[in-house]
């Protein structure tokens, strides 16, 4: 898939600008997410995973047998948010039977993006040493590029917890870092051409025979349904699926609902 002819690159990405209202939703997150860690009993917060501060992650477990591990990574374009907004998120799964894992992780410009693949590869690690079973992941955006950076041939997992993914779904990933080199955001990540090469999923061949589905918004920016598209054109056992009338912000609600199509879509065959 060619990259498309734009003119502003900052705005292709510039997901706030366009959505209405923008401003209350990570207040609104924030507040959603700590009445959900207050309310639910089945729960372990801040498990190291590794020296950093931010190198922890939160376990929640259902109210009765796991059937087996979720695993949630978070966006805000590897720059900003911390796992402790996302803990509502886990409600579908945990209705569901699973025990779901939300880790945190170092942002940029302290660290650079490959160095986060390697916290998650690292978290997901420990994660799975703790819960048994199967594993599913997830993430949006910046989540859902790390999520499927699990399942590159160059991938850091051991091959004894690959074996355990049965599915990923990357909501509103980026696939492709390429088009990232043309932003302001880069004097953050201070990617070379050579780093976005070797970060991006849709330009690496996957390891294993998971499938995968790439999880977009409707009504999102023309570069997000493309990196969707991209990722399904690209890798085999991948499926690209648009949710209707929803935006960036709103497209990972569905997570709170265990019957919706999105949880579904992620705890199904």
């Known amino acids: 898939m060619t990259e498309p002819q734009i003119d502003d690159w900052d705005d292709a990405y510039a997901n706030a600008a366009h959505i209405e209202g923008a401003a209350e939703y990570p207040v609104r997150w924030a507040k959603e997410a700590e009445a959900f860690r207050s309310g639910w009993a089945g729960k372990e917060l801040d498990i190291c995973y590794g020296k950093g501060d931010r190198q922890r992650f939160d376990l929640f477990f259902p109210r009765g047998n796991s059937k087996g591990l979720v695993v949630f990574v978070h966006g805000g374009y590897w720059l900003r948010f911390d796992k402790s907004t996302w803990s509502h998120l886990a409600r579908g799964c945990l209705e569901n039977g699973w025990t779901v894992c ?19 590869t690292e978290a997901i690690e420990t994660a799975a040493a703790r819960v048994a079973g199967p594993i599913r992941l997830t993430g949006h955006s910046a989540g859902g590029h790390l999520v499927t950076r699990m399942l590159c041939e160059d991938a850091a997992l051991p091959a004894a917890v690959i074996s355990r993914i ?19 955001m880069n004097r953050k990540f201070k990617m070379t051409e050579e780093d976005a090469v070797a970060e991006s999923p849709a330009l690496k061949t996957p390891v294993g025979n998971c499938p995968v589905v790439a999880w977009v918004g409707s009504s999102e920016l023309p570069e997000f349904l493309r990196q969707s598209e991209m990722l399904a054109a690209a890798w085999p056992l991948t499926v690209c699926r648009h949710d209707p009338g929803l935006h960036h912000f ?13 949880t579904s879509a992620l705890l199904g065959p």
């Open 102 to 120: 939300l880790p945190g992780y170092d942002l940029a410009p302290d660290v650079r993006i490959a160095e986060i693949t390697q916290e998650i």
């Open 166 to 184: 049965e599915k990923v779904v990357s909501i509103s990933g980026l696939h492709d870092l390429r088009p990232l080199l043309r932003t302001e």
């Open 250 to 262: 709103n497209v990972i609600d569905g997570l709170k609902e265990p019957g919706s199509p999105l």
